[in-house]
């Protein structure tokens, strides 16, 4: 729609640029089909949100579990292309490099760049790079932007392998059976080997059982809001996942002395650092199953849409580039909100369900009460108590606790250096000890957008690391607790696995109530 919109005023119709005089009747018309235009560029867009994503007619490819027999004709077509595009130049836009530097890459590596001669800063990145949305208000694009991002990864793995039906395998390391590294990414004489992975995962091992609860999404289908899900995904188990892969260990102190390509040092393994992520092969199967948790939701009772005006409220830049020519193509907002559940693939285990998920819009958040905490987390089993003043908000929501009103959790956790830990946070009720969510802190260092920009000069990315910096966690209260017996007393405790004593503190607790 857009292209042809701009083709025809940059290229008007003979007919229009010969008759500059035209008839009022004619204006009329031409003024009609422009409006009719124009209002189906909202309504169209409008039409594919509510379109199923499994509907049959668009549906061209099925992405299979990793451990699936069916899967292995993919995955060795996404070998064979993953080698290719390795071959190509960074600065084609179809390479691996490029294509990883298009999720993030380091602020600075410090002794040279062979993988990408000349790009040495951030400051040097190419259209595209560097765009992967995680945190803050810009986290509500977090599964939206992944899923156009691998969406168009698995077009490029399609042309260059010349696998025509091929699609995008998903790693479920949420199933205990297939917690391993899938066989072909541990073969060493493959384009999907990486050698900066935890050591014993590349051997095959599983990982380990004491993160369990973390590979699971926290009784995922309790969710009912896009924003609460798309959140809770990114701490659990998105994050786990990445964390470990790259070196995370619960038991031991991170793993460092590991040789990190894109940073051109001894660190952590790639997937650990988002900024290094997408150069590791598995990072693309492991978004693929973070997708398919998503879309899983989404046919689930309680699945919602993101809602298209939250979308463009936070503006992301969407830039992609074609498989067959590489060429650019930028999504608006409003594209997004329809590109997203109007695609051409679906997952193995999905394929007869059907999409009743609608966009379900939620009114703006009340706080109902604001209480500091100011402590820092001492040990790996840490618990704190908080009393809550009540109020009259309190008091009325507490006493008719609605139907369809969400309660909602907000916990401000600070630190100065990147944690290493990771975080379950558990309520404590009638003895029972009711988990919540996580607190990860994946690319905690990393200085935000406005930062970097801001910044002058390298000296200054020091005295930004020496600054406190904070990270806001979400958890849904709804179908934990019982508002009408609250009694102003909210008792916690943080299970901290891996890290170390008082790398974060708990600064500050928020309740919140909104209405769906
Ligand atoms: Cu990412």
């Not at 062979?114 to 040097?124: A, E, Q, Y």
Request: aromatic share 12%; proline share 6%; with cysteine.
């Amino acid at each position: 729609m857009r292209a042809s919109f701009y083709k025809f005023f940059n290229n008007p119709p003979n007919m229009i640029k010969n008759k500059i005089f035209m008839p009022p009747i004619k204006i009329i018309r031409y003024l009609l089909i422009c409006c009719s235009v124009l209002y189906c560029t909202n309504l169209c867009a409008q039409e594919l949100t509510n379109k199923t994503h499994a509907n049959a007619d668009t549906i061209l490819y099925i992405r299979r579990n990793t451990a699936s027999p069916e899967a292995f004709a993919d995955l060795k077509a996404l070998e064979k292309a993953i080698g290719i595009m390795k071959s190509l130049p960074c600065d084609s836009p179809l390479s691996w490099y490029y294509q990883g530097a298009m999720h993030s890459m380091p602020d600075t590596i410090l002794n040279g760049n062979p993988l990408c001669p000349g790009i040495v800063t951030i400051r040097d990145k190419l259209a595209g790079w560097h765009s992967c949305p995680h945190y803050g208000e810009d986290e509500i694009n977090f599964l939206t932007w992944h899923r156009l991002f691998i969406w168009h990864f698995e077009k490029i793995i399609r042309k260059l392998s010349g696998k025509k039906d091929f699609a995008l395998p998903y790693w479920d390391y949420t199933n205990p059976e297939t917690r391993m590294i899938p066989a072909i990414f541990r073969d060493s004489s493959s384009p999907l080997f990486e050698p900066a992975r935890q050591e014993g995962l590349n051997r095959g091992k599983t990982i380990k059982h004491d993160l369990n609860n973390s590979l699971l999404t926290t009784n995922p289908d309790s969710m009912r809001l896009y924003q609460l899900f798309n959140h809770s995904l990114n701490q659990s188990p998105h994050s786990p996942i990445h964390l470990v892969v790259g070196g995370w260990n619960s038991d031991s102190t991170l793993i460092k002395n590991m040789w990190n390509k894109i940073y051109q040092k001894n660190t952590t393994g790639l997937m650990w650092e988002f900024q290094s992520a997408a150069f590791d092969p598995i990072f693309w199967v492991h978004h693929s199953n973070v997708d398919y948790l998503w879309h899983r939701w989404e046919l689930s009772a309680n699945g919602a849409l993101p809602i298209p005006d939250s979308l463009k409220a936070h503006p992301w830049p969407y830039i992609f580039f074609d498989e067959n020519d590489g060429h650019k193509i930028v999504y608006s907002m409003e594209e997004v909100a329809s590109k997203i559940n109007s695609l051409d693939y679906v997952y193995d285990v999905l394929i007869n369900k059907t999409m009743h998920a609608k966009a379900r819009s939620a009114s703006r958040p009340v706080i109902l009460a604001e209480a500091p905490v100011s402590k820092m987390v001492t040990s790996n089993n840490f618990a704190f108590a908080i009393r809550i003043p009540a109020s009259p908000v309190l008091m009325a929501n507490r006493i008719t606790p609605k139907r369809k009103q969400l309660f909602i959790l907000e916990v401000t956790a600070t630190y100065k250096q990147q944690p290493i830990g990771i975080y379950e946070l558990y309520l404590e009720k009638g003895g029972k000890s009711l988990p919540l969510g996580f607190l990860t802190f994946l690319g905690a260092h990393h200085h935000g957008k406005k930062a970097m920009d801001q910044m002058q000069d390298m000296k200054n990315m020091d005295r930004i690391d020496e600054e406190e910096e904070e990270r806001i966690f979400q958890f849904d209260l709804s179908q934990k607790f019982d508002f009408s017996t609250f009694n102003g007393n909210l008792n916690f405790r943080l299970l901290r696995q891996g890290g170390r004593s008082s790398e974060i503190k708990i600064k500050k607790i928020i309740l919140k109530s909104l209405k769906l």
